[in-house]
């Protein structure tokens, strides 16, 4: 698109100081502001800020929150029957080639003391193996569990794994899987896309420039999957994820944040439950820890469903509980966990203008538009937009609620080493808690204080520990296949 255009295209939305400096600028300059210009839809951005601002507005008299209704939940807690039967349905539409996994992966480690992505860290297990390879093997062992259960050929049944990275972590993510020779996975059966961003907007509305060349960005939020979802994978390939899942017949999707490292991807009895109840979308929930948990709580605003963060929930909300069952009202811990079907990830777009992102008001650099001159801020001078993948909830027809234990499914990386809690030490025991019960579960005993861990290769959620029956394990070690156990007798 010629200069002139997008100049035309960004005068008619109110945004023309964009080229305050354009007389200044070298020819190099101006050629990546303009690719910068054209590549950004300021008519949405436009819309995007008119809804945040009216939707914060709203906010002030919010609609009254209500715990989830009775039967709007189910538990996988205490009914084997109906985890068997989920389990079924879920590993067949896996056999079927019918499931595709969507991980969202764009953070970085900063918090955790590392620049990587967050999947690339080493939460210190004794094989040192990261995210990633963890939740890459659990695909694998899935796949070969579906095809034995199912009477599929070996090699036959594939889960696409879908990695939505960020404008900062995507090159180093890519060399990671490539280093890594996919931890076992085929490279045409991962596929990477990036999360979106959005400019960083004033108080009133106005795009904020970065320098005199660029546009000040951020990333859209967790949210911004579902538009990334419809992006070219790359400048070089005009596939999207949603064209590739069509392509492959790809009917359920379930979709994780890489930081769990407890989650049980394309969890087949999940996916099962999601199809029973003919579900468009659905989360999965855990139990809160205690009334004062600092989580968002899956939950009813008015007529819908919505995930409730725990700053809208008053003293005595949190503390009331159910007089049925004496457990928490407003219980169900939201955890990031979610099944769509692919024509609901399509559907999106259709009320994606109904959707309100979060204005997010922080110190952002910028440029003096008078001056020319670098502005550091002290205070917060303009607002990010982020919308969280928890939005869509609201505009879902059929939903459903699964609850799991959280000893089985969640134990989240948020914390610096030695914090306590949601932290590498924690994650690390919690990941070997588990697989010391999955031993157990088989009839195996496991004396104090050894730690024993099995790959995902070897296990994916306790199945197929059947012949440690009767054994005792009193060495510690790493096992890889399930022969390496005899050697901790």
Not at 413 to 423: Q, V, Y
Request: hydrophobic residues 35%; proline residues 5%; charged residues 25%.
């Amino acid at each position: 698109m010629a200069v002139d255009q997008i100049r035309d295209r960004y005068q008619a939305a109110g945004h023309d100081h964009l080229f305050t400096f354009w007389s200044t600028l070298e020819e190099s300059e101006r050629e990546s502001l303009s690719n910068q210009l054209e590549k950004i839809d300021i008519n949405r951005v436009n819309r995007i800020y008119k809804k945040a601002i009216a939707s914060e507005k709203a906010a002030a008299d919010p609609e009254p929150i209500e715990p989830l209704p009775a039967g709007a939940c189910e538990s996988v807690v205490n009914d084997p029957a109906s985890e068997k039967r989920w389990r079924s349905e879920g590993l067949q539409a896996i056999a079927r080639g019918e499931v595709g996994v969507l991980l969202m992966a764009g953070g970085q480690g900063t918090r955790l003391g590392s620049s990587a992505p967050k999947g690339c860290y080493d939460i210190g297990l004794p094989s040192h193996k990261s995210l990633f390879q963890y939740q890459a093997e659990r695909i694998a062992r899935l796949q070969v569990v579906a095809e034995k259960e199912c009477n599929k050929p070996a090699g036959s049944v594939v889960m696409p794994w879908y990695v939505m990275t960020s404008g900062p972590t995507r090159r180093e993510t890519e060399l990671f899987f490539t280093k890594n020779k996919f931890f076992g996975l085929s490279s045409k059966n991962v596929i990477f896309f990036e999360q979106g961003t959005l400019p960083c907007l004033t108080a009133e509305g106005k795009i904020m420039l970065e320098s005199t060349s660029r546009v000040a960005v951020a990333p859209d939020g967790n949210g911004g999957l579902y538009a990334a979802t419809r992006t070219p994978l790359s400048e070089s390939n005009n596939s999207t994820v949603l064209s590739d899942l069509t392509d492959r017949g790809v009917l359920y999707v379930h979709a994780y944040c890489v930081d769990n490292c407890l989650v049980k991807v394309a969890d087949p009895v999940f996916l099962g439950y999601c199809i029973s109840k003919q579900a468009d979308c659905a989360a999965k929930v855990v139990p809160k820890a205690s009334a004062s948990e600092s989580v968002g709580v899956v939950a009813r605003r008015g007529e819908k469903f919505s995930v409730v963060e725990y700053s809208e929930i008053s003293k005595e909300q949190a503390e009331l509980r159910n007089s049925k069952t004496g457990e928490l009202a407003f219980n169900a811990a939201n955890i990031a966990n979610h099944f769509y079907t692919t024509s609901y990830l399509k559907s999106v777009e259709s009320f994606e203008d109904d959707l309100a992102f979060h204005i997010a008001r922080k110190k952002i650099p910028t440029i003096d538009l008078k001056t020319g001159d670098a502005v550091k801020p002290s205070k917060p001078n303009g607002m990010k937009l982020e919308l969280f993948v928890f939005d869509v909830f609201p505009f879902t027809k059929r939903f459903a609620v699964l609850e799991v234990a959280r000893n089985e499914e969640f134990s989240p990386l948020k914390n610096a080493p030695g914090t306590g809690s949601d932290d590498p030490e924690t994650s690390r025991r919690d990941l070997l808690t588990q697989h010391k019960r999955f031993l157990e579960r088989a009839g195996a005993q496991v004396k104090d204080g050894v730690e024993i861990e099995l790959s995902p290769c070897v296990s994916y959620a306790g199945e197929g520990l059947e012949f440690v029956r009767g054994k005792i394990f009193t060495r510690s070690g790493c096992v890889e296949n399930p022969e390496e156990l005899d050697a901790l007798l």
